[in-house]
């Protein structure tokens, strides 16, 4: 916002918001795409106050059911308020989509219900029924088709392994402190550690005492440490 960037993309910023700091939000919004040119896309649940935009785009199931200017969406379907008008339309498209699934089992129960003009083939042990160019398979042959998906999900994908290396490789290139902490430093504290204990001691002063009568041994155990110290 400092910027002023062209876009700006708001995943409902008035969520828990009060009424007046949330009038205030949409006046400086406002302000902004006049003074400034600037586009302001906002998702939000509370439709009305959406009003004021430019043009809203009410969604259901992913789907856009409806794109255009706030006043003529109220002219249009003569409604008071925008939820009247997203209400319409939700219960429209539900209604299409129970007619569409509707007309869709009638076409399949008419298409296996008509035999007219099928045959039946067998291929390995199974019998197919080929209707209208549909083909219906016995349950056995589906299970087997589901078992071997299941075994090809099971075992190793190349493809995946690929994927995933080249996924972390432009995150860590994207964020080069993902490159500091993940990589370099585990390198530093290796080293540090092989260089402060995994080393020989060297140059340690040593003092003995040995009583024996014949020191030949000890003074060539002695030899034997004393490049070390």
């Not at 949409?26 to 009003?51: D, F, M, P, S």
């Given at each position: 916002m400092v910027h002023r960037p062209r876009l700006i993309i708001l995943d409902e910023p008035t969520v828990g918001v009060d009424p007046l700091l949330r009038l205030r939000m949409?006046?400086?919004?406002?302000?902004?795409?006049?003074?400034?040119?600037?586009?302001?896309?906002?998702?939000?649940?509370?439709?009305?106050?959406?009003?004021?935009?430019?043009n809203v785009a009410f969604m259901a199931s992913g789907v856009i059911l409806k794109q255009e200017n706030p006043n003529q969406l109220l002219l249009h379907y003569n409604c008071h308020t925008l939820e009247e008008v997203f209400l319409y339309l939700c219960v429209n498209h539900n209604k299409n989509l129970k007619n569409r699934d509707k007309n869709a089992n009638e076409i399949t129960n008419n298409n296996m219900s008509d035999t007219s003009g099928g045959n039946e083939r067998i291929i390995d042990g199974n019998i197919i029924e080929e209707n209208f160019g549909l083909k219906y398979e016995s349950n056995e042959n589906n299970n087997n088709y589901k078992q071997n998906m299941i075994h090809k999900r099971d075992g190793i994908n190349l493809k995946r392994i690929k994927t995933m290396i080249w996924k972390y490789f432009v995150l860590t290139m994207r964020r080069p402190l993902y490159l500091i902490v993940f990589y370099i430093m585990p390198l530093i504290a290796l080293t540090s550690m092989k260089l402060s204990i995994g080393r020989k001691p060297h140059h340690i002063p040593v003092a003995y005492y040995n009583a024996d009568p014949n020191a030949k041994l000890s003074q060539l155990f002695l030899d034997s440490i004393e490049p070390y110290y």
């Open positions: 949409w006046q400086y919004l406002e302000n902004c795409c006049k003074r400034y040119g600037q586009t302001v896309i906002i998702t939000t649940h509370y439709i009305e106050e959406a009003r004021s935009a430019a």
